[in-house]
């Protein structure tokens, strides 16, 4: 399957507190997973990605979190900022030069 | 200086027109993309180039062509436009193999009316 589901659709949270954006697939032959993250208007920008051997990866305030038995990812945006607020997409890479991407999620951080 | 560029910014144009997207990357990578952004926002692939060549054809209607003059340019033809070629397209380019990041441009919003 060559699918990435991505939840929630949409996100509304309080400034300072914790964004939590899931995703799942169901491809074994997938091996690397980055996040993107795009403003109104703008192209997507790679924001962070992890490789299956890894179960966790932080970068400043965000993190990955992988589980491979589940076939699940997430990516948790800790003291979340008003300038966070974006559109998220996780994606999916199951070969040479392709990309799966979710279905985006839409964070709104509450000043 | 802008890493992926793409003109137009916006395109709008009657069915059955033709149009062209240009994209061009300063970054001096090997391998350039196509995605299709649609109005919720879903992002598919269209194609991906790698040193000028087809790699990737997301069972992209015939209508779509892409052309690569050279490893810094990637052009969009699309003929006979239909409503629903209506989107956002982006242009992305990366260092060739899995696992690199991808830069995209900024995006061209195709009206069809």
Redesign the interface.
Known sequence: QQQVKQSPQSLIVQKGGISIINCAYENTAF??F?WYQ?FP??????LI?I?PDVSEKKEGRFTISFNKSAKQFSLHIMDSQPGDSA?Y?CAA?P???????G??T?LKVLA | DTAVSQTPKYLVTQMGNDKSIKCEQNLGHDTMYWYKQDSKKFLKIMFSYNNKELIINETVPNRFSPKSPDKAHLNLHINSLELGDSAVYFCASSLPGQGYEQYFGPGTRLTVT
């Open positions: 091996d690397y980055p795009q208007g703008k192209g997507p920008a790679l990605a490789r559109t997409f890479s070969g040479t030069y392709k990309y799966i991407f279905t985006g839409r």
